[in-house]
């Protein structure tokens, strides 16, 4: 339609505007994504940073032991990527299945303490004290407890995540308008039901945002959780090369942990914007 | 809206519904020295398709008297009576309406609307049976895939009342369900609402603060003392239906009980005596 409209312009007087385009719901598609301003705009910065960086390194005003220049770091990543692997795959299995756990007791205790109110007395100063434990100074207990393999570390990311998700799970489930509560109860509508109909869709868009949250909060937390004693994973290889003085393996380790929390990050918000696409709507008006 | 919707199983809704009536009804929160008495002595009988309109002060228990009467908030015993017997437990006649519209969001109009068949019992393709083309019937058409945030103010209220409509339920508890409109949308929902209920006649209940409301709709208004909330007076409309409200506003029945509604309301004493000779 457009190709027509343009042509019977470029063959009438000069200026003419073209025929106005069919009101579209969703925003034009237009340019591919790796031209859009939303790609290129972060991507300026991060060559920009990097490049600051390779000529500090290049004029030599910190040495290459102290600062490795983004090159050698690029270098030892792929030279050495079958070690980064292995110790990648230590900790991406310590999030997965801490994010997990942490997820489903996050949304569990959530429920229970929006719902119920003993539960509420009775488990909330709980959680909210189990925040303020220094986890990393019990650390070694755990160890003690669980041994030096993943149990721990898993025990830890569980810890610090578990929390936003519990916060956001009682916020959405209390922000049901009673009126909605009100009108379903005097048709006879059970618990239950209002709890599937009303309740939980209401409380994703609350539920997301806490997933967010922890999902930024995995990556580091696994890796800090290793540093209190492993000897596998990125955590554990930092410390070595750290020991080793292998700087460069340090900030390569750095990356990957970065990717992998940016990766999280983009994998609840594409999720959130799957599954709760009205959230985004009523916002964006 | 018939019902080929509703499941075979009995929803406690096959007796015919007659009247409904608070009878000597008091009631109050709390208890001990912490009571918050809302209601008292408070008397009134509403026969099947009426329509009486409730206007008082705000905070003087009006909400009180809609939980109450959809069997929410226990009641004394007898204090509510459903075709002349006591009430016990949830109301089966009822069906709500708020000043909140309180659409869910994540559901279109569609959706919207059949929420209230759902609560009922029905399946969720049960529940849609026959809605969409009911659509035009509250100005609606088309808008079934829409969501709510997409919809003005007035159209929101109309899915609202669409929804309460759609239950089948006999008596409507409208609680100021046009509150928060702006005044010419207000306007545009009560002669829609007189509309509508001109084809079927259900039995209304309308909760409202404003005088010209009240009047427009109802053929009784009910006007409450502040709380707690008792009758102050009872006002036979009498005007004569269809109503339009422009030609009400310049009408000497329509100015005379106005006026005394808002002299009961507003209790003014030196207003008092110039209402009364009006009267």
């Given amino acids: 339609m457009s190709a027509v409209s343009q042509k019977s312009d470029s063959q009438t007087v000069s200026g003419a505007a073209p025929a106005a385009p069919k009101t579209s ?9 790796f031209l859009r301003v939303t790609f290129l705009a972060p991507l300026a910065v991060i060559l920009l940073l990097l490049g600051v960086w390779q000529f500090i390194s290049a004029t030599g005003i910190m040495d290459e032991l102290t600062l490795p220049a983004p090159t050698t770091v690029a270098e030892s990543l792929w030279v050495d990527r079958a070690m980064y692997w292995d110790n990648a795959k230590v900790t991406l299995t310590e999030i997965v299945i801490g994010i997990v756990i942490g997820i489903t007791l996050g949304v ?31 650390a070694p207990i755990l160890v003690l407890w669980l041994g030096f393999g993943i149990a721990p570390k898993i025990v830890i990311v569980v810890q610090i995540i578990f929390f936003p998700v519990t916060v956001a799970t009682i916020q959405g489930l209390s922000s049901v308008s009673s009126e909605v509560l009100v009108f379903g109860r005097s048709l006879g509508a059970s618990s239950w039901t209002l709890f599937w109909k009303v309740r939980v869709p209401a409380m ?58 940016l990766s999280l990050f983009g994998l609840a918000s594409l999720a959130e914007r799957k599954l709760t696409p009205w959230a985004h709507a009523s916002r964006e008006r | 809206m018939a019902a080929p919707w509703r499941r075979s199983r009995s929803t406690g809704t096959e ?3 007659r009247s409904f009536a608070f009878d000597h009804l008091s009631f109050a929160y709390g208890e001990g020295e912490d009571a918050v008495e809302t209601v008292r002595d408070f008397s009134l009988e509403v026969k099947a398709g009426e329509f009486v309109t409730i206007v008082g002060p705000s905070g003087c228990g009006k909400s009180t008297l809609f939980n109450v009467a959809s069997g929410l908030t226990p009641a004394m015993p007898g204090g509510v009576r459903v075709n002349g017997e006591p009430l016990q437990g949830v109301n089966p006649y009822t069906a709500y309406m708020f000043q909140r519209d309180a659409l869910l969001d994540w559901r279109d109009v569609l959706g919207n609307v059949s929420l209230g068949r759902e609560f009922l019992g029905a399946s969720k393709k049960q529940a849609e049976a026959g809605l969409r083309e009911s ?25 609202a009342l669409m929804r309460t409509y759609a239950t089948d339920r006999p008596v409507l508890l409208l609680d100021e369900p046009f509150g928060a409109l702006d005044a010419l949308t207000r306007l545009r929902m009560q002669e829609f609402l007189l509309r509508r209920w001109d084809d079927d006649h259900r039995t209304v209940i309308f909760i409202t603060h404003d005088v010209d409301e009240a009047l427009l709709l109802g053929d009784r208004v009910i006007v409450l003392t502040p709380r707690p909330a008792r009758i102050c007076e009872e006002i036979q409309v009498g005007l004569e239906r269809p109503r339009n409200a422009e030609a009400l506003m310049v009408s000497p ?18 207003v008092a005596a110039r209402a009364e000779l009006v009267a």
């Fill in chain 2, 15 to 17: 007796a015919e519904f």
């Fill in chain 1, 204 to 261: 994703l868009p609350y539920f997301f945002g806490g997933l967010k949250i922890a999902s930024s909060y995995a990556a580091v937390a696994a890796v800090i959780a290793e540093w209190t004693g492993s000897d596998r994973g990125l955590g554990a290889l930092m410390l070595r090369a750290n020991s080793d003085y292998n700087t460069e393996v340090v900030f390569g380790s750095v990356v990957i942990i970065t990717v992998i929390g």
């Fill in chain 1, 108 to 138: 569990l205790l959530g429920i229970a303490i929006a719902l119920q109110r003993v539960l509420r007395v009775a488990l909330y100063p709980l959680v909210v004290g189990s925040q303020s434990l220094p986890v990393l100074a019990l």
């Fill in chain 2, 135 to 159: 659509l035009a019937e509250f100005g609606l058409e088309g808008f079934d895939k829409r969501r709510p945030y997409e919809l003005s103010g007035g159209m929101r209220q109309r899915v």
């Fill in chain 1, 25 to 33: 719901r969703r925003a034009p598609r237009g340019k591919p994504f």
């Fill in chain 2, 253 to 270: 029945e329509y100015i005379r009980m106005r006026a005394r509604i808002m002299h009961l309301l507003h209790g003014n004493p030196a």
